[in-house]
T-cell receptor, first 111, second 109 residues
Framework: EPEVTQTPSHQVTQMGQEVILRCVPISNHLYFYWYRQILGQKVEFLVSFYNNEISEKSEIFDDQFSVERPDGSNFTLKIRSTKLEDSAMYFC?????????FGDGTRLSIL | GQNIDQPTEMTATEGAIVQINCTYQTSGFNGLFWYQQHAGEAPTFLSYNVLDGLEEKGRFSSFLSRSKGYSYLLLKELQMKDSASYLCAVRPPAGKLIFGQGTTLQVKP
């Protein structure tokens, strides 16, 4: 079964540094999403992406965040200047009319 | 506003049946999803309801009543490996998923 793949599985970064999280969505899916889950809390929507542009974003997705589809397969989430509170699991997902399938996530730890 | 409620924790015995309830109030509705999440892992899709009624999938069934804003996930013949968090998520028309807090199920021998 096709999978959403994410890299790296774990990223440790100093506060204030930029970080890029990478995702390869399922190939025939057109909608892509980023979610995050702070330890012990619920999964929260960050942003959705369709046709090479953001279709919706949450209040969490401020100007420190950006997304890109630099080529035909990768989908990236960039945090420009990380804060301690950005420490969380970040999940990429794809699909819309079909159930969304999640990648294994990137655990981001900000020191 | 958007609100999804489910019990925080439940305990059940191996071999038994457990029902996990979810109530929701959202702006628009285009489907309700149940996901399973083991600690430290990604959510895994279990079931999907968009019309009222029961969807059965092996040991798992999910029910939806749109007029009541209510769903449940039914797990039969519980196994130890079913110990996990079960996430109720609603999809508004725009496509994103709005998740509840999750119900942590502990299955005991």
């Amino acid at each position: 079964e096709p999978e959403v793949t994410q890299t790296p599985s774990h990223q440790v970064t100093q506060m204030g540094q930029e970080v890029i999280l990478r995702c390869v969505p399922i190939s025939n899916h057109l909608y892509f999403y980023w979610y995050r889950q702070i330890l012990g809390q619920k999964v929260e929507f960050l942003v959705s992406f369709y046709n090479n542009e953001i279709s919706e974003k949450s209040e969490i997705f401020d100007d420190q965040f950006s997304v890109e589809r630099p080529d035909g397969s990768n989908f990236t989430l960039k945090i420009r200047s990380t804060k301690l509170e950005d420490s969380a699991m970040y999940f990429c997902a794809s699909g819309v009319n079909q159930p969304q399938h999640f990648g294994d996530g990137t655990r981001l730890s900000i020191l | 506003g958007q609100n999804i409620d489910q019990p925080t924790e439940m305990t059940a015995t191996e071999g038994a049946i457990v029902q996990i309830n979810c109530t929701y109030q959202t702006s628009g509705f285009n489907g309700l999803f149940w996901y399973q999440q083991h600690a430290g892992e990604a959510p895994t899709f279990l079931s999907y309801n968009v019309l009222d009624g029961l969807e059965e999938k092996g040991r798992f069934s999910s029910f939806l009543s749109r007029s009541k804003g209510y769903s449940y996930l039914l797990l039969k013949e519980l196994q130890m490996k079913d110990s996990a968090s079960y996430l109720c998520a609603v999809r508004p028309p725009a496509g994103k998923l709005i998740f509840g807090q999750g119900t942590t199920l502990q299955v005991k021998p």
